[in-house]
C-alpha cells in the first residue's frame, strides 16, 4: 500500500521544505539550501539533516512559525504532527493490502505502515522477511509512513525469532492494539 501520487507530492512538498529549513538554519550542507525536490538528493546529505531534526523535533514549531513556507491549515497541521515521529529499528514481518506490518524491537508496538511512491514490497525485494530496518515512522493525514530513508540491514532472523515476530503480531491483531496512525 502506497500513498496516492497526490499524497505523496504533499508529502514531498512538506518534507523537503522543512529539510530544507532545517539545512540553512544549521549551516549542514551548503549545497543543498534551496532543495525543491527529493529527486537527485545525495541519500548521505538529506540522513544528516534528517538526523538533526529528529534530535529536536521543536524545530518543526519554528519551521511552521517562520512563514518559510507558506502554507495552509490543513499543511500546519500535517507537519506539526511530524513532533510524534518513532524513530527506531524495526521488523518488517509481513505485507498486507493496508501496509507493511513492522514491529518495535525496542516495546513490540506494531505498527501498519504505508510506502511513500514505492511500497514495502517494492523497498525490501531481494531480501528474506521478515527483515531488520532502521527507519523513522511518521503520521500522514490518517496513515504512517516513513520519512524516506529506510536503511535494511544484513541479519536475517532465524527461525525463533521469526516466530517470536509473528506472534506479536497476530497478539497485536487480536486485541486491537495494530497502530494505523501515530
Known sequence: MILTDEKAEQFYDLWISLLDFVNQKNKLVKELYGMTSPKGLPLRAVAEISSKLWEDVNII???VLSGFKKMDEKEIAIVSSWKKAI???FIVDRHS???SVLISIDDNEVYVV???YSSWR???EGYLMPHIVEATL???ENAIIHDGLVVPY???LNKNMSEQAKQIYLTAKSTGNLHYSL
Open 61 to 63: 514549531d519554528e519551521f
Open 87 to 89: 524513530h527506531g529499528r
Open 97 to 99: 493490502k493496508k501496509g
Open 114 to 116: 504505508k510506502g511513500i
Open 122 to 124: 517494492e523497498m525490501l
Open 138 to 140: 511518521i503520521p500522514f
Open 154 to 156: 544484513n541479519v536475517c
